[in-house]
């Protein structure tokens, strides 16, 4: 895979003006507060800001769409998985003050069709540390949807908000979702929004992924039962990562990445060998090696888009 | 009923038409219980002027315990006297008397002579010997019995309990006592509650056993409320009064260190109509910004018509919370609203039904093992779950019947059609059997055996079988998909 040095941004000003930016908790590459760059800086911040997204990662953005359809509970998965990723990771670089167990308030937002479609959350079958912290919102419509998520995002007593809206609605506009990433952005809630069946219109969130069921693998003491939750997810529209495919699984209540070689091929049969080191475990900063083939080389980031960040 | 319409012939449980035949001009009114308990209530509080504690006695009379309370008012008659003086005043008939026990007090008042005294020295039984036993506050049938019986005056019911009136000696009076006592004693044996035992009663009249009252405690509601000049027709003008009120009702609600959790507000119109909005807080607060930001959506729709004259606004149920000191620094830290007023945002603009959270319930069917409750309620102690089997992630609210291909009608299911769609069933795990719960249910309902399934594409489903072949409760089992697997 091309490294980030041959992206357009390599090829910088010496000098670039970049504006000062917040300081946002858990940044990985914190931009020197000094008004100008130089040329190796900006090639290092643009390798950081271009890396590929792996789970465990402590940049995690605070608006978020997934799109999925509603005949599986895929999206919701998934959203819970990476709500999940991204509220261990913020607790594993907090301060030592801060309390031992998160028992901070999830907000789950669904309107009408979102709940006659897909169902609603299900107590018995959500993981074991959210099971007494769901707040359960339903909208009749999605104005009031939008409503209910916007509160969520300005209240600071919640750890996170999930939202499940069904198709394009007309409230839900470029104007909208802005709303809601500002929101988001100043009051520091995460906001995981699931888009079912929609059409990936304008929107500002910060991380799109498209998401879909995968075949899971065998668990070890039946292998005719299906297996921990799998889904195909594309990342295909992001502000500091590059686009990818990667297959995710939600084991024991982290994430990780699953190689292709573990996915079932033709064969119907369960594969019954179930080889735990065929995952890549987040750990740290190591670099998922067997994901690197499914993800193409960043073009066409310009280099005012990289330093705004 | 008054006196001239006793006068005229009229009676309690008369037909109003058989009243009207007597006495033409007799004037009626509709009863209203609720609205004479209230006006008992005010009058029971308004009592406390004679004594410092006062109770009720439905559905006509009030208690006032005047112990050292009396030369206040220059002796008990003057004070019977200036009692008869408020009442009239007040447009009321009243009948009074004073007495060392309630019960005794009651019987005089009811059916002895006007403002009787009776001191604590005095012998009870001597002044109180005439009343009829009705005078002990019984229960209708045990007045029957006790006419059945023969007694008739409090008198022989005492008689009959401390024997015939001269014993000849100590020994002889005693025993009669005992037998008497005993007899009446066995006759209402069973008895229990005061007002269908006679001997319970007579005791709590002699002070012989304590009769445990209910007094009255006024208890005011915080309400403030604007009187204006000029009837408000204009939204804004009204939002700025509310403003006032809420500030007014945050300082009265400080002083008494509590915080609202039900707020109504009333808007007096000048054409005589009143308007009145509720509004239910998650958890008690006090803020008026807060409360001010809740009322304008409640008031969207008000119709001013020809202007609101007055505002009030009433926190009917306040509960108490302890003053914060206000931290400058963290307040321009964590900027955004608490959970609390989060929770209210929500509830008043979708209605409580949509805000809920989801708790066990002890339950083996998937869709009545959770219940639904207010957010912020305490969560209710409940028994751990038991987790031999996964669930699924989220759970269709009415299952949806689904169209199964199976090799035998008691065998796993191989494709099914859900929503359109055919799903070819490729790994599958089951069934897990839950019976009805015949304690709840009628014996005719089925049982379901559910498996756990994934199809061709990864899409794993929560799917069951509505009873099995040949159960005698119908006839093939329908299948139907009742969970989506994350």
């Known amino acids: 895979m091309p490294d980030a040095a041959s992206s357009p941004g390599a090829k910088a000003p010496h000098a670039f003006p970049i504006s000062r930016r917040g300081k946002r908790a858990g940044a990985t590459f914190s931009p020197p507060t000094d008004a100008t760059l130089s040329a190796g800086e900006i090639a290092a911040l643009s390798k950081s800001r271009e890396g590929r997204w792996r789970p465990g990662l402590s940049d995690q953005p605070w608006h978020s769409e997934i799109f ?60 074991h540390e959210l099971r007494d912290r769901l707040i359960h919102v339903e909208a009749k419509t999605p104005e009031d949807a939008l409503f209910a998520l916007e509160e969520g995002l300005r209240c600071h007593d919640l750890a996170c908000v999930i939202g499940e809206v069904v198709g394009n609605p007309r409230a839900l506009d470029f104007t909208a979702s802005r709303r809601l990433s500002l929101a988001a952005e100043k009051h520091g809630v995460a906001l995981w929004l699931i888009r079912l069946e929609a059409l990936p219109d304008l929107s500002s ?42 297959t995710l699984s939600n084991d024991d209540g982290n994430l990780y990445v699953h190689t292709p070689a573990t996915t079932r091929g033709d064969d119907r049969r369960p594969d019954a060998s179930y080889d735990r080191t065929s995952y890549t475990r987040r750990v740290g900063s190591r670099r998922p090696a067997d994901s690197g083939d499914l993800v193409r080389a960043t073009v066409g980031r310009s280099l005012a888009a990289v330093a705004r960040g | 009923m008054n006196g001239a319409g ?40 308004w009592s406390q002027r004679w004594g410092p504690w006062s109770a009720l006695d439905q559905p006509d009379g009030v208690l006032v315990d005047i112990t050292a309370a ?54 009870m039984m001597r002044r109180l010997g005439d009343l009829p036993v009705a005078a002990l506050r019984l229960d209708a049938d045990v007045l029957t019995v006790l006419r059945r019986l023969g007694l008739k005056r409090l008198g022989d019911l005492a008689g009959i309990t401390a024997g015939p009136g001269v014993a000849d000696d100590d020994r002889d009076y005693r025993q009669h006592e005992a037998s008497g006592r005993d007899a009446l004693h066995r006759r209402f044996r069973n008895r229990k509650s005061p007002a269908a035992n006679p001997l319970i009663r007579l005791d709590q009249l002699l ?129 955004g609203t608490s959970l609390a007023a989060c929770i209210d945002r929500l509830t008043v603009r979708l209605g409580p039904h949509a805000v809920r959270r989801p708790v066990p319930r002890a339950s083996h069917l998937p869709e009545r093992a959770v219940r639904w409750h207010p957010p912020l309620d305490p969560l209710p102690v409940s028994q751990g779950m038991l987790e031999f089997h996964q669930r699924p992630l989220k759970l269709l609210d009415r299952a949806e019947r689904i169209a199964v291909l199976y090799a035998s009608p008691d065998g796993y299911p191989q494709r099914f059609r859900w929503r359109g769609e055919v799903h070819e069933v490729i790994r599958m795990e089951g ?16 049982l379901r055996d559910y498996y ?35």
């Open chain 1, 205 to 246: 969130a910060r991380m799109r992924w498209r998401v879909e069921a995968a075949p899971s693998t065998a668990p070890r003491w039946n292998a005719a039962a299906p297996g921990p939750p799998a889904w195909k997810a594309e990342l295909f529209r992001a502000r500091t990562h590059a686009p990818g495919k990667w």
């Open chain 2, 70 to 123: 009396a030369h206040l008012f220059g002796g008990e008659e003057r004070l019977l006297a200036d009692v008869e003086r408020a009442f009239v005043r007040r447009g009321l008939m009243v009948r009074t008397a004073i007495a060392p026990t309630a019960g005794a007090a009651w019987a005089l008042a009811h059916f002895g002579p006007p403002r009787t005294i009776v001191g604590p020295q005095e012998d």
């Open chain 1, 68 to 127: 999925s359809e509603t005949a599986d509970a895929s999206g919701a998965g998934l959203a819970l998985g990476l709500a999940r990723d991204a509220l261990s990771a913020a607790s594993r670089e907090d301060d030592p003050l801060a309390e031992p167990e998160d028992r901070r308030q999830v907000l789950w937002v669904q309107d009408a069709r979102a709940v006659q479609r897909g169902g609603r959350p299900y107590l018995h079958g959500l993981p």
């Open chain 2, 207 to 335: 002070g012989r056993v304590p009769e445990p009252l209910l007094p009255v405690i006024p208890q005011s509601v915080p309400m403030v409320q604007r009187r204006l000049v000029e009837p408000i027709r204009h939204r804004s003008l009204l939002d700025r009064v509310l403003d006032d009120l809420a500030i007014d009702m945050a300082r009265d609600l400080e002083g008494r260190g509590e915080g609202a959790r039900r707020l109504e507000l009333g808007l007096w119109r000048v054409d005589g109509e009143v308007i009145v909005r509720h509004l239910e807080l998650a958890s008690a607060s006090r803020e008026p910004a807060h409360i001010t930001r809740l009322f304008a959506d409640r008031l969207d729709n008000v119709d001013a018509g020809f202007g609101i004259e007055t505002v009030r606004l009433r926190a009917s149920w306040a509960e108490p919370i302890a003053a914060q000191q206000g931290d400058v620094e963290q307040t321009a830290q964590r900027h």
């Open chain 2, 431 to 446: 069934p897990e059997r839950i019976a009805p719960e015949w304690w709840r249910e009628k014996s005719s309902v089925r």
């Open chain 2, 6 to 45: 006793a006068e005229a012939g009229a009676q309690p449980g008369m037909m109003l038409a058989d009243a009207r035949a007597v006495c033409p001009q007799i004037h009626t009114a509709p009863a209203d219980p609720a609205g004479d308990l209230a006006f008992l209530e005010q009058l029971a509080t």
């Open chain 2, 452 to 486: 756990r399934i994934e199809d061709a594409e990864g899409r794993r489903y929560w799917i069951y079988r509505h009873g099995i072949a040949g159960d005698g409760r119908g006839g093939a089992p329908d299948w139907y998909l009742q969970g989506l697997c994350a």
